[in-house]
């Protein structure tokens, strides 16, 4: 029977978890990253990761990263399936779906109500087949090229005012009373939380794009410049009244697109508001 360890009991020599993680994916480890998604993370103390070492070597791995969701206004913890990864010395053994549900039940210990992530096609199959887990929606990529928007549809532009900032301590404020959705299940977004995820993260540079209307509607994008693309990351509107949100979208891509020059992606699940823009 293999021996799971938590990293809250007895933490983990980093260097194995970066040996594991280029035998396992081929790919350099990001200690900074690591560093800033588990020991930095704003939502809980603890650092909820489980663990086998076997032979001298971290054989498998699975770790979550707190985070709070308000559900009807009552904040409630969950974690995000953040990594799983098996040393290829050690496949076929079951590791995987041991340490996951060992991890899940400390979770639920600590009060947390659910595990949430975001499964690629490499993992989607395993989550669901040995870990029960539920299909909620399609996250979907939308793009659009300086050759493909059609700025035509947008009623009144020459109306919309754009600001342009750089997201760091001071910006991080024009996010303060903002809203993702009229949707009653949103993440936490205090202003510690935004610091955290938008500001401190290593080795990324956020932006903000602030667009108003004449009727007092903002829309706020956080995007980042990526090679010779531009992904947004986040939309945030105040004071929002509904018939005009998809023109302040539609507005700030095409500022973006006259500015940048370069195809714009984002994401978005099937059932979020901006989904229909």
Known sequence: MANIEFYFDKALNIDLIAETF?????????????KWRFLQNQNDDKIFISYIIEDGKLAAYYAVSPAIVSFNGKQQKVALSNMT??????????????????????????????VFGFANANSHYGFRKYLNWHDLAMLNIFKTTPETFRPFLIREKEKLVFEEYPLNQVTVELLKETSVSDNKIEVNRD????FWRLVSIPEKKYQLLLTKNENGEELILVFKLFGNEIDIMEMFYKNRQGSDSQQLLGGAIDYLISIY????NTWSSLQSDEHLF
Request: cysteine-free.
């Open 191 to 194: 202003l510690n939380n935004y």
């Open 22 to 34: 280029q035998s396992a994916f081929g790919q350099e480890f990001n200690f900074e990253i690591w």
């Open 261 to 264: 020059k370069n195809p714009i």
């Open 85 to 114: 990864m098996t040393h290829p010395d050690f496949q076929g053994k079951g590791y995987f779906k041991l340490l996951a549900n060992e991890l899940y039940a400390k979770l639920k210990e600590n009060n947390y109500i659910g």
